[in-house]
Every structure is written in structure tokens, then in C-alpha cells.
């Protein structure tokens, strides 16, 4: 049945992008009323507000920030998040993008979230006000609201880095927690015994972690040491974790490290100390970066393809932004465990 608006009016539902409109139909007020509320809060009174305040919540309207003429028109902008560029994986990715967009006459427009999800909802909201034609964002995890802004906003979006079969719209990714069980069958296929993983607090690499530790569980081994550390990580977190799993007991074995930067500082601080990699520790890696190859000993890594993540995500939009659906709404790249010295 019709749903009834705040005001006491019946809503009617709407097919496209929440309104102005849209709003002033469920607050049952006029929709200067509502650009006031947005514009000039101090104009209204306090029940009022509330009054269209839960409706914009209700819709997931955002305002529109773009002049009257624009705000139907195509921006050729097309809006990414990602938490950061410090990363290789994440600017590689961007790069790629950013380079298959320009093909088609679309620029993009970065922003930066960090890690808490908190944050990416105050970045989306700013973003989605300057009406965007598509958007492309990291990993799946959002807040209820963000997700409702997002799907009201009815552009062609994308998510990345994580695979979810409850996408907001389309994702290209690969899956955490096989990339998890993947490394710790792959460590203890090689003869290992005793685990300790480092990872940085994130969702994704916590993911990993834990499905690494699962999977070894599953093995009959129970004490895996783990360590968690703040995103992003960094060379100096690995050797300060290679410390702290040395000071509490942890001798020989294989440890699983969420970033190569990671890893790369507990190969360090090993060395350091006088342990032989992989004699006495052997590491693995996250991401395959141009470094890994070429350290000594070369370190063993997970590594995903963050170029074609960048085109793919560009496709799927470009695509859908000339009207044609897409083939597949969930694309896998995978991931492949790459075998060097350290392991």
C-alpha cells in the first residue's frame, strides 16, 4: 500500500533520482519549504526540520549543489574513492582507471576516505551533491545511510577491491577470504608448522587474517600468533611486529603479512637479529609490488592484478553510461600466490 508521508500525505514512489521533490512529498510540506530547512535552517522551527530532516533520510536525497541548468545534464566527471594513495595498489588501480576513462572524454574526481567508515559517508554525501555521472569506490562495507544515498542517487556505480553479491550496483574484485585460505593451505602444503600473521586493522586485511587463521585451524593447528596494526601499513610495523612475536615466544615459522611494505620489514628486522629467511622465518606478502622481486631474498606474495580492477571498473561504468547493461555485474579477477625465496 502507498506509503503515508511525515506530514500525513500519501508519498508517491518515485522511479528515479530522489528530488527536491520527492522530499517535499514526504514531509507533506512545499519544496521552498525544504530548501529552506537545507539552505537556512535558522528560518524553520525545530519540529519542522525534524519533519523534512527524516525525510531526506528516508529518500536518501542529497542536495544539489550544481546550478538548476546542470543538475540533468551529463558532468563527464566521474567520481573514486579510495582510502588512500600511499598505496601502490590502490594509485596503480586509479591510474588505470583514470586512463580508460579518458579514452571516452570523461575526467575524473578523487577523494580520499581513509579507513574509517564513518568518513567515506561524509566524502560520498560531498561527492553525490556535485552530481557525478557514475562513481567508483573501495570495497563493499557501508553505512546504512551511505548505501541508501547511494542507491537513490541512481548512477551507474561500482565497487571495488571486495567481491559482494549484494553489490550496490556492480563489483570488480577478488575475494578476501579465499586470498586467506589460499595463503595458509599454499604455508602449510610447504611443511610449515607454526603461523603468526601481521595485519593492518582494515577490513579487508582483517578478513584475510582471519579467514588464515580459520583455514590452519582446520588443519588441527590452534595458536596461530596475530598481530594487528594500524592501516595502512607500514615497513616500520613489520619489523616492530617481528619484535613483539620474537619477545612472546615465536621462533621458526611461516608468517603471513597483509601488505608487501609489511613484509618487507620483517624480512628486515629478521635479518637484522641474524634469522635466516626462509631457515628459520619465512614470509609472505600482499600485493606483489615492483619491489618484491627484486629484494634479497625475494619475497614470496599474493599478487592481484590492480591495473585490470582500474580498466575493468571503467568498462562497467562506461558501459552502463552508454546505456547498455552489462555482461556481468560481478567481475573476479582472482589472485595468484607468487613462490620466491622467502617462503
Known sequence: MPAKAAGGRTARPSSGRATLETVATLAGVSRMTVSRVINHPETVTSELKEVVQKAILETGYVPNLLAGGLASSRTKVVAAVVPTLTHVLF???????????????????????????????????????????????????????????LRAA???????????????????????????????????????????????????????????????????????????????????????ALGELLANGFRRGAIQCSSDAMAHGVVLEAQARGLA???????????????????????????????????????????????????????DVGFDIVERATT
Request: charged residues 20%.
Open 277 to 331: 629467511v626462509p631457515g628459520d622465518i619465512a614470509v609472505i606478502g600482499f600485493g606483489d609490488l615492483d619491489f618484491a622481486a627484486y629484494m634479497s631474498p625475494p619475497l614470496s606474495t599474493v599478487r592481484i592484478d590492480r591495473f585490470a580492477i582500474g580498466r575493468l571498473a571503467a568498462e562497467a561504468l562506461l558501459t552502463r553510461l552508454a546505456g547498455h547493461p552489462v555482461a556481468r555485474k560481478v567481475v
Open 91 to 149: 594509485s596503480g588501480a586509479i591510474q588505470a582507471f583514470t586512463d580508460r576513462l579518458a579514452l571516452d572524454g570523461y575526467q575524473m574526481l578523487l577523494g580520499l576516505s581513509g579507513y574509517p567508515t564513518e568518513r567515506e559517508g561524509n566524502l560520498l554525501q560531498a561527492i553525490l551533491s556535485r552530481r557525478p555521472d557514475a562513481l567508483y569506490l573501495t570495497g563493499t562495507s557501508h553505512l546504512a545511510q551511505t548505501r541508501r544515498q
Open 154 to 240: 541512481k548512477i551507474p556505480i561500482v565497487e571495488t577491491w571486495d567481491l559482494s553479491h549484494k553489490a550496490v550496483d556492480m563489483a570488480v574484485g577478488f575475494s578476501h577470504k579465499a586470498v586467506g585460505q589460499g595463503v595458509a593451505n599454499y604455508l602449510y602444503g610447504k611443511g610449515y608448522r607454526q603461523f603468526a600473521t601481521i595485519g593492518a586493522d582494515d577490513e579487508r586485511a582483517t578478513l584475510r587474517s582471519r579467514e588464515f587463521v580459520a583455514t590452519l585451524a582446520g588443519h588441527g593447528i590452534s595458536d596461530v600468533a596475530c598481530i594487528s596494526t594500524p592501516a595502512p601499513s607500514t615497513m616500520a610495523m613489520g619489523r616492530e
